[in-house]
């Protein structure tokens, strides 16, 4: 049993006066895959975006409980979320990569961060994180080139590369891949298979097929609660609630 | 009705819809071509001046000057013997009436510009050279054919006599058109064959760029606060309804504002264009903050997410994501506004910016006028000189406004980046 990364602790969310997450107990452990599974609006994305603070953009968002990150509440207002996102990476459902060069997509990060004084240090880390995710034999010759003139696939990876380039513990993918074709989608699955050796991910997905493909952990929302969590062998095989069962076998969602 | 009849009423009503289209397309330009039209045929012959070739002796019993006499001893001098003697040479007139005619065929400035050619060459005494003198305005609008010459003499500006001297300078080839550099270069002046827009060029110039200066910093902060940084309650609404009711204010209330608390209050220099500058920044600030808020409200709230997903602070997000991205937008709102303050005539009547200015203003705190405001004055005025002077000045004024929203589309489309 690997260590646990992220523990969340009676977790509730609130989006004015509607509760979007009630009381969830969730932990992710270290250096694997864990995927959220659930129906449109269950809380999934709302849930992985309390791990890196993004609900913080949201006015009337409001967060109570806790988050613990290797024993560190991060839902403390007086911790700092520009290094607690240096920590958490996100990659989001459309490819967002900036309107930039590929180079200046990944280089921004570690700029900001202080990373990568000289050029060289910054050029290794570009090519660093494009090795990474797979990417680098594709953009190497056209570094210079727009982010945005990729195809949507290799858009996405670069979204991945741009959160690796500050090299964070923890990567979120918040259905990473529900604007991709399959085969842009299979390149991504691959990708995480890899990146899971350095980094602990957390994947919201609409698919099954890629739950069962990619992760070792996976956690079924429902109207903001989490129903069951465990091993993805046996949330998909022999679950023990009845509304993980009839969602796995889309009797309904 | 059967189905075919139903489809063919409804082809019938979309072909009506595009022939109303066409309609409505053709009058509105056609009211462009004959605006156009009327202001360039009314106005394009003040680019010309009327001239008049004259000989000119520098006597030395005329003048107390000496060959090479300083810059200050030639601007002090008097050559006003100089002129009406050379002047009255032009045409053989027989008596005193008749030079006094001939006299007036010339423009006020015939000394001044005989001055000059001395000022270039102050050897001049003593020699008799070649001058282009400029003509009086009747004169010139005879020449330019803006003047009926067939009316009874009683009915017109130029007497029978002064057409004939002007038909003996056609004659001997004395008189000719070209270019009007006085319309430049000149303040204005009660003699319309003087009167030109250069006071009006500076003094609008500094009216906007000191409106430029005051308003593009305050608003573009305000849009990024307002937009970026603001809550979200009930006095960031507040504020946002405010600012859209100042822009649909009429300028003329700015105009009255400025009139009471600059002038009266602050006791600011009237008529000048720091005034004219400040009231037109207050007038023109919601007008950039309103299209300078819409493009930051442009830029995808994913490209704000990208940047904080790495670790960037708000400020950092907005400051290297958004504002780039929303430049082209706010410069091009920014210089449409301006075109809207430069041609904002109301406010500066108010102002003072009225008042009759010789001299070209040679710092913001002068009195001076500005295009929109020569335009009204010189619309007013009875000489026929002025009429095509005024058609030029909105000539330059439209020709201004074309080059800036030129510029502002021009901006919009080189430098507006797109996401996916």
Same mark, same amino acid.
């Given at each position: %049993? ?41 809380? !999934? ?33 007086? &911790? ?7 920590? $958490?990476? #996100? ?81 979120? #993918? ?16 691959? /990708? ?50 009845? %509304? ?10 | ?55 000119? =002796? ?104 002064? +057409? ?49 200066? +005051?308003?593009?910093? $305050? ?12 809550? !979200? ?12 009711? &100042? ?9 009255? /504002? ?15 264009? &720091? ?39 708000? =400020? ?36 003072? #910016? ?31 000189? =002025? ?16 080059? #800036? ?8 489309? !080189?430098?507006? !980046?797109?996401?996916?």
């Amino acid at each position: %049993m690997s260590n646990v990364k992220i523990k969340s602790k009676n977790l509730n969310v609130y989006y004015g006066d509607k509760q979007a997450l009630f009381d969830v107990n969730l932990d992710l452990n270290e250096k694997e895959v864990t995927a959220l599974i659930g129906p449109s609006g269950c809380g !999934k994305s709302t849930f992985i975006r309390c791990i890196n603070r993004m609900n913080d953009v949201i006015d009337i968002c409001k967060v109570t409980g806790n988050i613990e990150m290797d024993g560190i509440n991060i839902n403390d207002k007086d &911790l700092d979320v520009v290094s607690l996102r240096e920590r $958490v990476g #996100m990659v989001f459902q459309k490819p967002n990569p900036f309107p930039k060069s590929i180079y200046d997509n990944i280089s921004y990060g570690p700029k900001i961060h202080g990373k990568g004084e000289t050029k060289s240090e910054l050029d290794q880390i570009v090519e660093n994180s494009l090795k990474k995710s797979a990417l680098w034999e594709e953009v190497k010759d056209r570094l210079d080139e727009p982010g945005t003139s990729l195809s949507g696939g290799q858009q996405q990876r670069l979204c991945i590369a741009r959160a690796i380039s500050v090299n964070p513990e923890v990567i979120l #993918m918040d259905e990473p891949c529900s604007a991709l074709d399959p085969i842009a989608t299979a390149k991504i699955e691959e /990708l995480i298979d890899e990146l899971k050796k350095t980094y602990t991910i957390v994947i919201v997905t609409h698919s099954m097929a890629q739950a069962v493909r990619v992760s070792q952990k996976t956690g079924f929302f429902h109207l903001g609660k989490l129903i069951e969590v465990g091993k993805t062998e046996k949330i998909f095989k022999n679950p023990d609630n009845k %509304m993980t069962q009839d969602y796995i076998t889309g009797r309904f969602g | 009705m059967t189905k075919e009849e139903r489809l063919k009423k409804r082809h019938r009503a979309e072909k009506r819809f595009r022939f109303y289209g066409l309609i409505s397309i053709f009058v509105a330009l056609l009211f462009v071509v004959i605006l156009v039209q009327n202001i360039f045929s009314k106005g394009s012959s003040a680019f010309k001046k009327t001239i008049i070739t004259t000989e000119v =002796f520098f006597d030395q019993e005329l003048l107390e000057i000496q060959n090479g006499a300083s810059q200050e001893e030639i601007m002090e001098a008097d050559f006003y013997d100089i002129m009406i003697e050379n002047l009255i040479k032009a045409y053989p007139a027989k008596n005193r009436d008749e030079e006094d005619e001939l006299l007036k065929l010339f423009s006020g400035d015939a000394e001044i510009e005989i001055k000059k050619a001395f000022l270039n060459d102050n050897n001049l005494i003593g020699k008799t050279i070649t001058l282009d003198l400029t003509a009086s305005d009747d004169i010139d609008q005879l020449h330019k054919g803006n003047y009926p010459r067939d009316l009874p003499e009683e009915r017109r500006r130029i007497s029978d006599f002064q +057409l004939v001297i002007y038909d003996y300078f056609v004659e001997n080839k004395k008189i000719s058109k070209n270019f009007n550099n006085y319309f430049f270069n000149n303040g204005d002046s009660r003699d319309p064959e003087l009167a030109g827009i250069g006071g009006a060029l500076v003094g609008s110039f500094y009216s906007i760029l000191i409106c430029l200066l +005051l308003a593009f910093p $305050v608003a573009v902060l305000a849009s990024i606060y307002l937009e970026e940084f603001a809550p !979200k309650n009930k006095i960031t609404d507040f504020i946002e309804i405010n600012i859209n009711n &100042l822009a649909a204010v009429p300028s003329i209330v700015y105009g009255l /504002l400025a009139l009471q608390i600059l002038l009266a209050t602050i006791q600011l220099p009237r008529s000048t264009p &720091l005034v004219a500058g400040i009231t037109l920044a207050l007038m023109t600030l919601p007008r950039i903050i309103i299209p300078c808020r819409a493009s930051l409200k442009a830029v995808p709230p994913s490209i704000r997410e990208g940047a904080l997903a790495v670790g960037a602070s708000k =400020f950092q997000s907005v400051f290297h994501h958004v504002v780039p991205l929303a430049l082209p937008g706010t410069l091009s709102g920014t210089i449409i506004g301006l075109a809207q303050a430069l041609g904002e005539t109301a406010p500066l009547i108010l102002i003072g #910016m009225v008042a009759f200015v010789v001299d070209i203003p040679s710092s913001p705190i002068d009195p001076s006028s500005s295009l929109p405001v020569q335009v009204y004055l010189w619309s007013e005025s009875a000489e026929r000189g =002025f009429v095509e002077k005024t058609s030029a000045t909105i000539m330059m004024l439209l020709s201004f406004l074309i080059v #800036m929203n030129f510029i502002a589309v021009y901006l919009r489309q !080189k430098f507006e !980046k797109r996401w996916n």
